[in-house]
């Protein structure tokens, strides 16, 4: 149920000393139980306290009156009251991490672990506030980038960015420290740096990684870390996450690892590991039958292993699909992958590896060409 806006209400200076702590409570959400035990009140008089919060302040319900407790700020985030264990739990012995690292995954449906624990990250609106600061890893986002991203033209009433980021540190939170994670920037938020690991930042790492094999020119090793970055890879990125963010990093993530695959199969070829890469390439050419780059490949790693006629056969399916969805010939690099394969050349256009430029630097989509191609018939 959608609650009601805050804005323009009375503040909780109105309430009296007990029913602000209460205020203080809910919003640090903190249930009935918790707050008759944070208090040191009866169970049974919180339900008629929190009744005179909402009557006091106008507010329609309890959601409402945990952002209204963000809103004038009676709760900092991480920093309410919270039960607490009887005795502290002994601390670590030196030279121990005190608290596992989280690991934040979004190549796939988005998961977060702590110490191999998988962790209840609440409902898919909250999952996409956590996706948007582990994709900016390190970035300070402010509250309007995240309602832009996750809800587009149609934010919800209440500002609601505080109540989730509070969420989300009680559940990426350690001990009695649940700010460590998500800390509050400005008039935004950002993951602390050093206390999450991300996958696509590993990605990043690794492909800095095959940059450096291939300039060495060690084409084993730049074709073995590229295998390892895709292993990262667990499905549909940020699969069922909502909003227009979401959809636009989908796309891209997936477009990356399209092109990581790409970069990990021309070392395979250069290699000559021909019978190794074709059931990838004809897969990956299924998926995308508009991709020339992996048809070439495919087509040539055909060629090389004496299976000349389906390489053909690949380039009159590649020809038929652009006329038909893009009305255009094939490009000069597909039709002389295709000439090579007529005259029986070992050599010539389609080459991989060092010599022909395989895809470097960071994971992309190569552009489009740079002058329009010719239309098709």
Not at 64 to 69: E, F, G, L, R
Not at 251 to 267: I, M, N, Y
């Amino acid at each position: 149920m959608t609650t009601t806006v805050t804005t323009g209400r009375p503040t909780a200076a109105v309430l009296g000393p007990q029913e602000r702590k209460v205020l203080h409570a809910i919003g640090c959400g903190l249930r009935d139980d918790e707050i008759a035990a944070a208090l040191a009140i009866p169970e049974d008089s919180v339900a008629g306290h929190v009744t005179r919060v909402l009557a006091g302040l106008g507010l329609r319900d309890r959601a409402a009156a945990i952002v209204h407790a963000f809103d004038c700020g009676l709760v900092v985030p991480g920093r309410g009251p919270r039960t607490r264990p009887p005795h502290p739990a002994p601390r670590a012995a030196a030279g121990r991490a005190e608290t596992p690292r989280i690991r934040i995954s979004v190549l796939g449906p988005l998961q977060a672990w702590q110490g191999g624990r998988l962790l209840n990250l609440g409902h898919l609106r909250q999952q996409s506030v956590l996706a948007a600061l582990a994709l900016e890893a390190g970035r300070t986002i402010s509250r309007r980038e995240l309602l832009d991203g996750i809800w587009g033209s149609e934010p919800p009433l209440t500002n609601v960015i505080p109540v989730y980021v509070y969420r989300l540190r009680k559940a990426l939170g350690t001990g009695d420290d649940p700010g460590s994670v998500i800390e509050h920037r400005g008039s935004g938020y950002r993951l602390v740096p050093g206390a999450v690991d991300v996958d696509v930042t590993q990605v990043e790492r690794l492909l800095a990684d095959v940059t450096r094999a291939e300039r060495a020119g060690e084409a084993a090793e730049a074709a073995r870390v590229c295998a390892q970055a895709l292993d990262l890879f667990r499905g549909e990125p940020l699969a069922g996450l909502p909003g227009p963010l979401a959809e636009l990093e989908r796309t891209r993530l997936a477009e990356s690892r399209v092109a990581l695959v790409q970069r990990k199969l021309s070392w395979q070829l250069h290699l000559g590991q021909h019978p190794q890469a074709i059931a990838e390439l004809y897969a990956l050419a299924g998926a995308h039958p508009l991709n020339e780059p992996v048809a070439a490949m495919l087509m040539r790693a055909l060629y090389r292993t004496g299976r000349q006629a389906e390489a053909l056969t690949v380039f009159d399916r590649a020809r038929r699909r652009l006329a038909e969805d893009l009305e255009v010939v094939p490009s000069r690099m597909l039709r002389g992958t295709y000439e090579m394969i007529l005259r029986g050349d070992e050599d010539g256009p389609g080459l991989t590896g060092p010599g022909a430029g395989p895809i470097t630097g960071a994971v992309a989509v190569p552009g489009p060409p740079s002058r329009p191609r010719t239309p098709a018939g």
